[in-house]
């Protein structure tokens, strides 16, 4: 019975005129549905246009169940189509699964070609093993297509490992 009114919401907020009003009631769906059942969240999710909010909504629910299991997290993004969201959720897997399990992480990240979509969730697995293993987190780095972003991440992991190498003197 809830999940009918979640759609009749739904159906509301999509009939309002694009725009920053839509989009609050888009994201306030997406947070009422993800406190009462995250499997719906995402199937409601997947239903919605490509747009910001979406990916923004995505991210957030690729967030909440990476926290509780990041393999069911990995598993839903790796099904999402190429594009915003998938990418914004697949750096908040990362984010929360490099400090649980970073091989595990490290591994379901080379399932993905290496590309600007890949870039950010690279960026934050570099930078998440920077102090674990700095030159695994270089090579990662330097994996990253975008210059300025791949710039920023080696700047970061060298950042790493001079700190690392000054406490040892």
């Keep these: 019975l809830e999940f009918r009114r979640v759609l009749f919401r739904s ?11 839509r989009d609050a009631a888009y994201r ?4 009422k549905l993800a406190r009462e059942d995250l499997g719906r969240a995402t199937q409601w999710v997947e239903g919605m246009e490509e747009s910001k909010v979406k990916a923004e909504i995505a991210s957030d629910l690729a967030k909440i169940l990476a926290t509780r299991n990041p393999l069911e997290a990995a598993a839903w993004v790796s099904k999402m189509p190429e594009g915003e969201a998938r990418a914004r959720s ?14 595990a992480a490290g591994e379901w990240l080379n399932q993905f070609p290496f590309d600007e979509s890949t870039d950010g969730a690279l960026a934050v697995f570099s930078h998440g093993i920077a102090k674990l293993d ?3 987190a270089l090579a990662w780095a330097d994996a990253i297509e975008e210059p300025e972003r791949r710039a920023r991440a080696m700047k970061y992991v060298n950042s790493v490992l001079k700190r690392m190498s000054q406490d040892a003197d």
């Design 28 to 31: 306030s769906i997406g947070k």
């Design 11 to 21: 159906n509301w907020a999509k009939s309002l005129p694009p725009g920053e009003a």
């Design 134 to 136: 700095p030159e695994t």
């Design 90 to 103: 697949m750096q908040n897997v990362v984010r929360e699964w490099v400090e649980k399990d970073p091989n």
